[in-house]
């Protein structure tokens, strides 16, 4: 008998290292990529963790610490992971809980789970991926330890102190071998957490980075009705306060919150178990179902809609609206692209039910309110209406011109669109040495001028009175707007958005992906949207020449360069496109055999949406605020 559970234990050992290995050989599989996407997905997973023990009731505080060593850690006061022997396996829970794929669900059987959500991995992947990782769990009053090398335990767990209170503190070095990078960024992950504080507002979570001394602590008691109010701090209210309801149905608990301003916008944020559910799902179609019919009952029992006016239609009523709807699902089923979309379709019903319900009761006690909203969407539907006859006039006279490609672009001579690929181009000069820099058998350049235009206020009408934004359009060949749209039509493969690595360049980049973001999200969706990757600096000494492409990197080329070479190092910064001759920009930028491109997510167009109405709504001090905190992150907040 003891022979044989000494066989198993072995066997599971063995299974054990093939399951680490395999993350290590593939970590793509695991974390999508290995860029600093794929390194903050492994706090992610971490917080997911702690998140999942909040939902179950058991923890109100997070903190996440950036050390000075680029090792990341984040604490929690929940349970902390049992640290008792599991029979079957003569392992700990948290031996297997940090060492084994997908084993987090074994041992805790949660009604909310994050984890095994979207990220999914379990934390055993992040161990895999680090150089080293300790892991603490304060229970049973006591203080326990174990740590790890790429996954694989060094020691068994310890008892390394006392401790009244509980919780699990992991602190993690990612591994150099797998990260090409490893410097997380105190904006990235305040981002997460910020939306995470206010999705649960019981909880308080804090950040701080060691090196630098900047700390935050988000903590909203308000919840969704506070989320509201930071999403529109740059635009211009209709309602005094937001709308907020909750209630819970069938174990579903559901929670909403809306507000509406002056802009053309929909701004929607949909959440399920704390995942932002970019794509949707039923949950946001019981929503907007609702949503259209509660306004609609609402207008005719108060005699607000006459016989002359249209009816109200989602569009309308969807119209300078921001809205968060977060609800928990006990096995939430993730489809789509990116596995963001809600599949459960009972959802639909449970959210409608709810919605319809609590919002008649509301608008029925607070019919001013009721009557502003109103008179929001009858507005937006006589535009609606006046836009579709103005449109059927026009069509009719520039069907001819709409066949024609902009005088500025440079197209390119292959007409196979699975091969071609657009650039989209910052300035006129740069422009000029894209075009003569380019293979013009595949390569398009499209040169732009200066600041495009405000996407935030105008509707997809007025915007297209706007030359530049009329020039992408048609270069595109898409068409543009919810009946005019047509991704089959897309004339490239590949759109590649190339600005200057400068403040100005990071803007014009913010306004193009949150217009892509907003009016041809399926671009995005589908993958067809890039950044081009210029150098920020070029290194030479007699015949050797680099070009390199951050901080870090400049200062090992020249330290390697000033250590070998026997003549002088020169370092030329560029700072702008326009400083490459065309040769240089077709080598670094352009060529796809030497060039880097990072394929936008649809996560980062939606950052950068919500970078952008925060810089460029219509209020002047929370754009100044933004602008006086973030011009040194700049680079990286964009990106
Ligand atoms: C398994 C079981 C229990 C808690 C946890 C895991 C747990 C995991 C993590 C990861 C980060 N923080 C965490 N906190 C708790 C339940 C233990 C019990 O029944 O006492």
């Not at 990260?179 to 910020?194: P, T, V």
């Not at 011109?401 to 740069?430: H, M, R, W, Y």
């Not at 919500?610 to 001090?621: C, R």
Request: net charge positive; aromatic share 8%.
């Amino acid at each position: 008998m003891a022979q044989k559970t000494i066989d198993t234990y072995d066997a599971s050992q063995i299974q054990i290292l093939k399951g680490l290995e395999a993350v290590r050989r593939r970590p793509a599989m695991y974390i999508g990529d290995v860029s600093i996407r794929g390194l903050h997905h492994l706090v992610n997973e971490v917080v997911d963790n702690s998140i999942d023990e909040a939902l179950a009731g058991y923890c109100n505080s997070i903190e996440v610490i950036i050390n000075k060593d680029s090792s990341v850690t984040v604490k929690d006061n929940g349970r902390g992971i049992p640290v008792d022997i599991h029979p079957d396996q003569q392992r700990s829970a948290l031996e297997i809980v940090m060492t084994v794929l997908h084993a987090g669900g074994k041992f805790d059987k949660k009604a909310y789970k994050v984890s095994g959500g979207l990220h999914g991995v379990g934390v055993s992947v992040v161990n895999a991926l680090s150089e080293w990782l300790v892991a603490e769990v304060s229970r049973d009053g006591k203080v326990y330890r174990q740590e790890y090398e790429r996954g694989i335990p060094v020691t068994s767990i310890k008892t390394v102190g006392r401790r009244k209170t509980t919780g699990t503190k992991i602190t993690f070095l990612p591994d150099g071998e797998i990260f090409k990078k490893r410097n997380f960024s105190f904006h990235i992950i305040s981002e997460r957490l910020r939306e995470l504080a206010f999705l649960n507002s019981e909880l308080k979570i804090a950040i701080q980075e060691e090196k630098s001394g900047k700390q935050e602590t988000f903590r909203y008691r308000g919840g969704l009705l506070e989320f509201i109010q930071y999403l529109d701090q740059g635009r211009n209210p209709v309602i005094r306060k937001p709308v907020y309801f909750s209630a819970e149905r069938d174990r579903v608990p559901v929670e909403v919150a809306f507000s509406y301003n002056d802009s053309y916008t929909e701004n929607i944020y949909s959440y399920v178990n704390n995942i932002h559910t970019i794509e949707g799902g039923s949950h946001l179609v019981g929503f907007k179902t609702a949503l259209t019919r509660s306004l609609n009952q609402f207008a005719i029992k108060n005699k607000l809609l006459k016989g002359k006016d249209p009816n109200i239609i989602g569009e309308d009523v969807r119209e300078g609206l921001t809205a968060v709807i977060s609800c928990k699902v006990a096995d939430p089923q993730f489809e789509g692209q990116t596995k963001t979309k809600l599949g459960n379709s009972e959802v639909k019903g449970i959210v409608e039910g709810i919605v319809n319900e609590k919002l008649s009761l509301y608008l029925e006690k607070n019919t001013s309110i009721g009557r502003k909203i109103i008179e929001k969407c009858k507005s937006s539907a006589k535009s609606r209406e006046a836009a579709r006859k103005a449109k059927e006039l026009t069509r009719r006279k520039s069907a001819l011109e709409n066949d024609t490609l902009p005088g500025k672009l440079a197209d390119c001579s292959i007409q196979n669109k699975e091969n071609t690929e657009i650039f989209l181009v910052e300035g006129d000069s740069a422009g000029g040495s894209a075009k003569q820099g380019r293979n013009r058998r595949f390569q398009a350049i499209l040169p732009l001028r200066g600041k495009i235009l405000n996407v935030e206020r105008r509707s997809v009408e007025k915007m297209l009175s706007n030359e530049e934004i009329r020039t992408i359009v048609s270069a595109l060949g898409t068409g543009i707007g919810r009946s005019d749209f047509d991704i089959e039509k897309v004339r490239y493969n590949k759109i590649i958005i190339m600005t200057d690595a400068d403040v100005d360049g990071a803007h014009i980049r913010t306004l193009l992906l949150t217009f892509f973001f907003r009016h041809m999200r399926t671009l995005i969706e589908q993958g067809h949207l890039y950044i081009a990757q210029p150098p920020l600096y070029r290194i030479w000494a007699g015949n050797s020449e680099h070009y390199v492409y951050d901080e870090e990197e400049r200062e090992k080329v020249y330290k390697s360069l000033t250590a070998s070479a026997k003549n002088k190092v020169n370092v030329q910064r560029y700072k702008g496109l326009g400083e490459m001759n065309p040769e240089q920009l077709w080598r670094t930028t352009m060529d796809p055999d030497g060039r880097t491109l990072l394929r936008v997510t649809i996560e980062e167009a939606f950052e950068a949406d919500h970078t952008f109405s925060t810089l460029m709504g219509d209020n002047v001090e929370p754009r100044r605020k933004f602008i006086e905190e973030n011009a040194k992150y700049v680079r990286n907040l964009d990106v």
